[in-house]
């Protein structure tokens, strides 16, 4: 996890980065997202979030072609 670099009118923010993990299952990803949440909930006292986004790269099976979204 790290901290988003903050502009003068932004609020603080995270990006918890996936890359180096690699490519992964479904379900895979569901429980590493999972644990980030419950470790922001549990050890830095986040109760809310604003302006949550997620963007990922999808592939039908590994090694191929992307989905077109």
């Keep these: 996890m790290s901290?988003?670099?903050n502009n003068s009118n932004d609020k603080p923010g995270?990006?918890?980065d996936y890359f180096r993990i690699g490519v992964m299952t479904i379900e895979?990803?569901?429980q590493a997202l999972w644990t980030d949440i419950q470790i922001l909930k549990d050890e830095h006292n986040v109760?809310?979030?604003?302006?949550?986004?997620l963007k990922e790269t999808l592939i039908k099976a590994f090694g191929c072609a992307?989905?077109?979204?």
């Design 3 to 5: 901290r988003k670099k």
């Design 14 to 16: 995270l990006t918890i």
């Design 28 to 30: 895979k990803f569901k």
């Design 47 to 53: 109760k809310y979030v604003t302006k949550p986004k």
């Design 66 to 69: 992307q989905i077109a979204a």
